[in-house]
């Protein structure tokens, strides 16, 4: 039998780069004469920015810290262990960077193993063992706490999940047995299934404790010490920790129904991991651990060994890395400071502007229109958002004042602009407005002004090329809605400069943006490839295939909504408006749909009525459609559309509209809820066989987004 030394040894083999933590053993005698403890410290010896992970040799010092502790509790040294993290981190779970370099599922399944064998041991000593979180904890790091007696979680706590079915994981090292079995399957259900597939929603400080995850909650400020007292009081008896007694029977099944309709609702049966993450919280039911434990580690080796788990690891990595460094931005250094914002127009997109730019920016911010009406109608729907935000506690009466004082509306782009650094329009989607409205602005705003335009399908040179100065237009494309889509194209004119690139960048990271830069080409990135991949749907639909059929056919993506609903949240006219555009550009692959052009010239706002809850489609609209007799299968939708993608991203890649496929998957993910699980786009269509199929040949190298050969 290998030993959980020998397991971690080979495993760190595996791994050389791994940033290892420590797991320091201080002794401390507790307050009021409680006895001897032994406290463990996880930390890697980095500060706050570089969060403490757990990969094999990490375990391994775990493991020996526990052999120590071990000895003493055996031997009758210390009443009880305590373990803890370095300031503002516990820890935030496996080191996902080793993870990618497993190649043999003997490998995975040694992983899972290795991270029970340790853990399980805290709750193994003869001596109760605390967890006190005092900082952020995920995954792992949340694991390893459930395996204690007891735990303690900090007020000043930000950031606690179990965020791995959001990545293909499940909670291996104990989250899917010992959760369900702490609070209850419901509660855990909202844990691991519903705020992981909620965009990985984290949980406060407060929300632990509310919901039973930890036994007491103390200030941040004093929390070691306050725990410490707790852990005393414990101890001595003073203190009956008393938890709910958990309901193993029909209240159970529902909660695991529940986690099956909300990952149905949002995967769609299309990745595996929170249907395996939920099969082991269903069998947890019976309250016996180590089958729990062993399915645990059976769904990690699996799920390593899938492509879903790799496409999520390169998404996350996507997001978190080169969506912080974005690929071709020129030298942060020649950005201009920006000191005033003006915004063209005063509708809604203007508005949604007008308050990023406020909240962000903390910089005066004016709003112009046509008339008097609109302006006071733009400036009064900001001030009603800071009073939604005063309202809900997210900033104070002080902040809402000094914010509504900031911004202001006026008629005369003379007097609103004149001293402005940075002018963004957001004005009708028609080449000769913008270009009207930008000869507008340059009259006015000072020399060094950015002339920024939110276009989200025309030129940007040619919406410049009327100018003085052309060399400081830029597209600054943003995504509705504004304030949750993070994406931020940044578009290069053929003449703009380097300073007015530079200053966009810097303005997109105070934003807090994601923002990759893009080549002034057709819609850009994101509306290209939607457009491309809905127009193939309205083609198939038009010649004849049934709608329900249609819509169907992508199913298996497990994309955010169906290709019709995204239309609706778009706005039929737009998404007309858009094919229009790259029909201009392209017309061999872009068509324009009559059956759309009828839909919009009829006024509707999409193919569905909603009367009994769900979407069916409009008689009314079905009374428009004229269709053909080609009638296709939902695997043939299906071909249709991927192919017709893989060809789209291949001759995007070709005119060097973004630097790499990479950032076509950073664009879908953060600018149209591409799901995390396909890694955007590019990694499912490799894994498919699609794009070897379309264009000869992959859009990644083997182990990028899959398992290294």
Not at 73 to 102: H, Q, S, W, Y
Not at 407 to 421: C, R, W
Not at 527 to 533: A, D, P, V
Not at 662 to 689: K, M, S
């Amino acid at each position: 039998m290998t030993t959980t030394a020998e397991l971690l040894k080979g495993a760190a083999e595996l791994f050389p780069d791994e940033v290892v933590t420590s797991a320091h053993v201080r002794h401390l005698d507790l307050p009021s004469g409680a006895g001897r403890f032994a406290l463990i410290t996880l930390d890697n010896g980095l500060d706050h920015t570089k969060p403490t992970t757990f990969g094999p040799a990490s375990l391994a010092n775990l493991n020996t810290a526990l052999d120590q502790v071990e000895k003493e509790a055996a031997d009758g040294d210390i009443v009880g262990v305590g373990i803890t993290g370095k300031p503002f981190i516990f820890a935030v779970g496996a080191d996902l960077k080793g993870v990618e370099l497993l190649k043999q599922h003997d490998h995975a399944l040694a992983i899972g193993r290795g991270g029970h064998e340790v853990f399980k041991r805290l709750s193994a000593l003869t001596v109760p063992t605390f967890a006190y979180y005092n900082g952020a904890a995920m995954g792992g790091g949340v694991e390893v706490g459930l395996h204690c007696t007891y735990r303690t979680v900090s007020k000043a706590l930000p950031a606690f999940s179990l965020p791995e079915v959001f990545l293909g994981l499940v909670p291996g090292w104990g989250g899917c047995t010992l959760l369900p079995n702490l609070i209850g399957a419901d509660k855990a259900i909202s844990v691991i299934i519903e705020n992981s597939l909620n965009q990985n929603k984290q949980l406060k400080g407060r929300q632990v404790f509310d919901l039973g995850i930890a036994d007491a909650i103390f200030e941040g400020a004093d929390f070691l010490e306050q725990s410490l007292v707790w852990t005393a009081n414990v101890l001595k008896g003073d203190i009956a920790v008393e938890r709910p007694v958990i309901d193993r029977g029909e209240a159970w099944d529902q909660a695991v129904a529940r986690g099956r309709f909300i990952a149905d609702g949002k995967v769609h049966g299309a990745a595996p991991a929170a249907y395996r993450a939920l099969d082991i919280i269903a069998a947890a039911k019976n309250g016996d651990l180590q089958q729990g434990y062993d399915a645990e580690d059976a769904a990690l080796a699996d799920l390593i060994m899938g492509g879903e788990l790799r496409a999520g690891i390169y998404a996350f990595n996507l997001v978190q890395k080169r969506g912080k460094r974005p690929a071709g931005a020129p030298d942060k250094n020649l950005a201009r400071p920006v000191t005033k914002v003006g915004v063209v127009g005063a509708g809604l997109m203007a508005s949604q502007l007008a308050l990023l730019f406020l909240r962000r920016l903390e910089v005066p911010v004016v709003l112009t229109d046509i008339d008097q009406e609109r302006v006071d109608k733009g400036v009064g729907y900001v001030h009603a958002e800071i009073e939604k935000l005063l309202g809900k506690g997210r900033i104070n009466q002080d902040k809402a004042n000094r914010l509504k004082a900031l911004v202001t509306g006026v008629l005369d782009k003379a007097e609103g602009f004149a001293d402005a650094d940075f002018v963004i329009e957001a004005v009708f989607e028609e080449i000769g407005v913008k270009q009207q409205v930008f000869a507008e602005v340059e009259a006015v705003a000072p020399p060094h002004a950015i002339l920024a335009t939110n276009t989200s399908s025309l030129s940007v040179s040619e919406m410049a090329s009327k100018l003085r100065h052309p060399e400081r237009v830029v597209g600054f494309h943003f995504f509705n809605p504004v304030a949750v889509l993070p994406l931020l194209e940044i578009v290069r004119g053929e003449k703009t400069d380097d300073a007015s690139l530079a200053t966009a960048f810097a303005v997109a990271k105070k934003l807090k943006k994601t923002a990759v830069l893009v080549k002034d080409a057709p819609a850009f990135v994101v509306n290209r490839i939607l457009t491309r991949f809905m127009g193939e749907i309205q083609n198939v639909i038009d010649e004849g295939t049934p709608v329900e059929v249609a819509e169907k056919a992508v199913e298996p993506l497990g994309l955010p909504m169906s290709p019709l609903v995204l239309l609706e949240l778009v706005g039929p006219a737009i998404g007309l408006h858009v094919s229009e555009t790259l029909h201009g550009a392209f017309p061999d692959r872009f068509k324009v749909s009559p059956n759309l052009k009828a839909v919009v010239e009829a006024g509707k706002r999409g193919f569905y009525v909603y009367d009994s809850g769900k979407p069916e489609l409009d008689p009314e609209v079905a009374a428009l459609l004229k269709q053909g007799d080609t009638v296709l299968t939902e695997e043939q939708v299906r071909a249709r559309v991927l192919d017709a993608v893989a060809q789209e991203i291949g001759l995007m890649l070709d005119e060097g509209v973004v630097a790499e496929a990479q950032d076509i998957d950073l664009c879908l993910i953060t600018g149209a809820g591409w799901p995390f699980h396909l890694g955007g786009i590019t990694p499912y269509l490799d894994r498919e066989g699609v794009s070897d199929r379309v264009n000869g040949k992959r859009f990644l190298e083997p182990g990028v987004a899959s398992v290294p050969a």
